[in-house]
């Protein structure tokens, strides 16, 4: 229900009725094609909202060109509904789609739970007069240079100035625009993303324009996500990149050439004042405009930021029951933690509804499939422009001219977006239309949208192995923007290639296997027993397996968080609600010995307290947590005054005279990681250092604390702990990994004790400090088992060797492997609160799989050809599912593939010596087609005479 508002939001969990108002678009939805007739005659333009204004837009528009619906609508800036002088879209519109008698429509629902998933604002600098914003014309947010990037931009991915339309050379960034501040009108706490948003800024920057010189003037780099240290060195080390540490502020504006001069202060030059032709404010993120009437009409509390109020045991609850919380109105987050914070929500909804489970639910039903194998056939070719990903770069309507002339093709098209819903149903459509009987699209990778198109076929009444997907985009476009004419000749090549092997494609059938309604959850820390409660809330049965004697992990060392959370007392209650609960089975000192099985019904083979379990479950969900480097630097094992920060911890909740009394306490950031040996940021060291620092003041007023750090990574709402601790005399000294601490032990009025030297980057001298009780941040490190439960679930690694997602984005807590989840460090560092969020986005995403009574099969697998089998083995020995073994047959031992097991990888069809295993939509015909359409009879023509002429 979109252009809809909530009005009014009464009752309890469970049965809440919401008002709703939908405002009229004054657009038939149901009539509406999205052809944009209306919009090439409307006379009405004004700045396009969704293109930060920079380019201008009609009364009557698509809001976006991937907008679902993908229909028009009429803002208040028409000319009819301000004063009724004009009709022009009403007279030009062929689908009698536009409406100016709709009005507002009041709906009213009942609902069980609601979810809160309002986003966030971006914060606007025109509130600051410092920044020169909407005063200086080459002065641009974040979001205004990500349109400009963008190919649906306002110049379709060409960045240009305001003042000239003429491309900028030199480039600035300034950092933490509205972060990290509190003078009137900035946000105290960190955005989060802002250090990496910039970073993928410069970096598409340079793809775009080698020449381009981009400056960042930043405080802290905060790349503390996963991979995200690697992103910060790419960025880095760009030829014409530059990462000036420095606070800067815009002075002036050249009034000749409009550029903008930035002044800023360097360690060793002073103050300097730099002009560039462009620059970039990182704007942070503000909570939603409305998170007062928000916080109003749902009754929720808010923090004092305006984001909404969370319990760290459980940040997606609110403080209403029945309603929760996702995505960035927790608190400024990035993408991967939206996507399993919101997957969290449906967890915890689906505890509260599960009795309601499939009773709205209504089986999708599709056409008869035609049989068309006796049939020649009939081609129809999609090309699409991907926005202008593809069509800035390769020439479309040549491409679609030149697929009409290939053998089989009856009919091709170009299409805007061939992903988008209405080009999907054309796709449809036509094929029904047009009577076409194979369909290649010619668009992005299948890695994502293969389904989607699959889906589209079989709406069509085809089998949806009648599908090719020609890659034009990450395999021509993207890797060619600079060679127009090559780009277009290969994209060409690659459809004719798509079409010769679409030819000889053939119907496959996949099957239904039932599902196993059990899981089972290796790791019984936080996130593993999180995670355990959540699915067995919702009536599935749970076997828990944990290798050591105690439930806990690593939680059962930490005692407090920064939000306040008694980590103690938080993690009893869950072991004890685990214990409780008829529908776990918890394994103590478990071994894993055996995974086998298939999406939806696994066996595991364990060895626990002295005996052999078998366990049968439909999911797998990964939580073996993490463990603490153990250092070999800085006297850490040789003095009993060296701590790693989790054993300083441990040290001040058990009031340890030693540490709590001292007069002087170090603390040495990044120890074992963001170097060689793992080029990682370990992500919760900063929090931990600012927490134990608090906990040391709290105890002793007078201890002096020094922090040596080389960037804080306190982000979100922790940068509020972290200027706590600056103001409670807690002493922040940076330090460089070319020149790290120097650490030895001293004596001083007869006691001993540890000097730790460190260089100061202002005073530009060496100090020595003197400590009682040195700290180490040592780094979050994979466990030891990682790798071999990553070998029985035939799962992968990350270059850090941590488990590896299926998709950074869109599927976080998933592994590539079906039915196998993850979740907690195991996945990556992360702090307790994000833990929980994670553990309820795994929940929710193995529920998506229990809650079917079955699941499909691929009808992509292998088969083996008996006759041509020699038994020699070679196909066995190759499969890494153990999908294939010998059978005895009439004709002797021979390969049989399992095709449940089967995942259709063509290592066997490879290895097998006599051409005995067949692929499956990938048969040898099909592909023999497509490599003989490599290369045209003008090409071999040309090959011939440049070799006759050589002779």
Request: proline share 4%; hydrophobic share 35%.
């Amino acid at each position: 229900m979109t252009f809809t508002e909530v009005e009014k939001v009464e009752g309890e969990k469970g049965d809440f009725q919401v008002s709703l108002k939908t405002r009229p678009r004054y657009i038939i939805e149901e009539k509406c094609t999205g052809c944009t007739t209306c919009m090439e005659y409307c006379p009405k333009e004004y700045p396009d909202q969704f293109n930060q204004g920079i380019s201008q837009n009609k009364a009557v528009h698509v809001y976006f060109s991937q907008a679902i619906p993908l229909v028009a609508y009429i803002d208040d800036s028409c000319l009819f509904l301000k004063e009724e002088k004009c009709d022009i879209c009403r007279g030009v519109c062929q689908a009698d789609a536009i409406d100016f008698n709709q009005t507002p429509k009041k709906t009213d629902i009942n609902v069980g739970a609601i979810i809160l998933s309002s986003g966030i604002t971006p914060f606007d600098p025109s509130v600051k007069d410092e920044y020169g914003y909407r005063k200086m014309q080459n002065v641009v947010t974040s979001m205004d240079y990500e349109r400009l990037l963008s190919s649906t931009g306002p110049y379709e991915g060409q960045v240009l100035r305001a003042s000239d339309k003429k491309h900028p050379k030199k480039i600035a960034w300034i950092q933490c625009v509205g972060s990290r501040r509190v003078t009137e009108g900035d946000n105290s706490y960190c955005s989060g993303v802002c250090c990496t948003y910039t970073q993928k800024q410069v970096i598409l920057t340079k793809h775009h324009y080698d020449d381009a010189e981009c400056t960042i003037f930043h405080n802290d780099i905060r790349s503390f996500g996963k991979d995200f240290e690697r992103y910060f060195q790419r960025a880095e080390q760009l030829d014409g990149v530059e990462f000036i540490r420095s606070y800067a502020s815009v002075t002036r504006e050249n009034p000749e050439t409009k550029n903008v001069a930035v002044r800023y202060a360097t360690t060793d030059e002073g103050v300097k004042e730099e002009e560039f032709d462009m620059v970039v404010l990182s704007v942070g993120l503000n909570p939603p405009a409305a998170y007062k009437e928000l916080s109003d009409m749902f009754g929720i509390d808010l923090n004092s930021h305006g984001f909404c109020e969370s319990d760290s045991s459980n940040p997606i609850k609110t403080s209403r029951p029945g309603i929760f919380v996702s995505g960035a109105f927790q608190g400024p987050t990035d993408i991967p933690e939206s996507v399993f914070t919101a997957s969290g929500a449906g967890s915890q909804i689906g505890e509260m509804l599960d009795y309601r489970r499939g009773n709205l639910a209504k089986e999708r039903i599709y056409p008869v499939e035609r049989d068309v194998s006796g049939e020649e056939p009939r081609i129809g070719v999609f090309v699409c422009h991907c926005g202008a990903n593809i069509s800035s770069v390769v020439n479309v309507p040549s491409t679609v001219e030149y697929a009409l002339t290939l053998p089989n093709v009856v009919y091709a098209k170009e299409q805007i977006f061939s992903c988008a819903t209405n080009s999907a149903k054309e796709i449809t459509d036509l094929a029904k239309e047009k009577g076409l009987n194979r369909v290649v699209i010619a668009a992005c990778s299948p890695r994502t949208l293969e389904p989607l198109f699959r889906d589209t076929l079989r709406e069509a009444g085809l089998n949806q192995y009648y599908l090719d997907m020609a890659n034009i985009r990450e395999h021509c476009s993207w890797v060619h923007t600079k060679q127009k004419e090559e780009a277009t000749q290969k994209a060409q090549d690659i459809v004719r290639m798509s079409v010769a092997r679409a030819s000889q494609l053939e119907p496959l059938k996949e099957f239904d296997l039932p599902v196993n309604k059990a899981a089972l959850v290796v790791g019984g820390g936080i996130a593993g027993m999180t995670c355990a409660l959540s699915i067995a809330a919702q009536g599935h049965e749970v076997h828990l397996v944990e290798k050591s004697k105690d439930l806990g992990g690593m939680a059962r060392r930490i005692y407090s968080t920064l939000e306040g959370l008694d980590v103690q007392t938080y993690l009893d209650n869950v072991i004890q609600q685990v214990y409780k609960n008829p529908l776990i089975h918890v394994s103590h000192e478990a071994v894993i010995k055996d995974v086998s099985g298939y999406l939806g019904n696994f066996t595991t083979t364990l060895e626990t307290e002295g005996r052999s379990k078998v366990i049968k479950h439909g999911a797998s969900v990964l939580a073996i947590g993490a463990d603490v480097y153990k250092p070999t630097e800085y006297l850490y094992g040789e003095n009993d005054a060296v701590f790693t920060h989790l054993e300083l911890g441990e040290e001040i909740a058990k009031a340890n005279p030693a540490v709590v009394n001292a007069e002087s306490l170090v603390m040495i950031q990044c120890v074992g990681c963001r170097n060689e040996d793992r080029n990682y940021c370990s992500r919760v060291c900063c929090g931990h250092a600012v927490k134990n620092a608090l906990k040391l003041k709290e105890k002793n007023p007078d201890m002096r604390i020094y922090i040596l750090f080389r960037d804080m990574r306190t982000y979100g709402f922790r940068e509020d702990a972290y200027r706590e601790a600056s103001e409670n005399d807690v002493r922040f000294i940076r330090y460089t990994p070319e020149d790290k601490p120097v650490v030895q032990t001293a004596k001083e009025g007869g006691k001993d004790i540890i000097r730790v030297t460190v260089p100061d980057p202002i005073l530009g001298q060496r100090l020595e400090l003197d400590a009682d009780v040195l700290s180490l941040a040592a780094a979050v490190i994979p466990t030891e088992s990682t790798e071999e439960i990553a070998g029985h679930f035939k799962v992968t690694l990350s270059p850090d060797e941590f488990f590896k997602e299926a998709h950074v984005k869109l599927k976080p807590v998933e592994f590539a492997t079906d039915g196998v989840f993850l979740c907690g460090t195991a996945h990556y560092p992360k702090h307790i609160p994000e833990t929980i969020n994670q553990a309820y986005g795994a929940a929710g995403r193995v529920l998506t799989l229990l809650s079917r009574d079955t699941v499909v099969a691929s009808g992509s697998v292998a088969k083996v050809n008996e006759y041509d089998c020699v038994s020699c083995g070679a196909c066995i020995t190759a499969c890494t599912y153990d999908a294939i073994e010998f059978r005895d047959t009439p004709k002797g031992k021979k390969a049989w593939v399992n095709p449940i097991l089967c995942k259709g990888d063509g290592l066997c069809n490879a290895k097998c010596p006599t051409n005995a295993i067949v692929l499956k939509h990938f048969t040898n015909d099909a592909l023999f087609n497509q490599i003989d359409a490599a290369i045209t009879k003008e090409d071999i023509i040309e090959q011939m005479d440049a070799v006759l002429e050589n002779v």
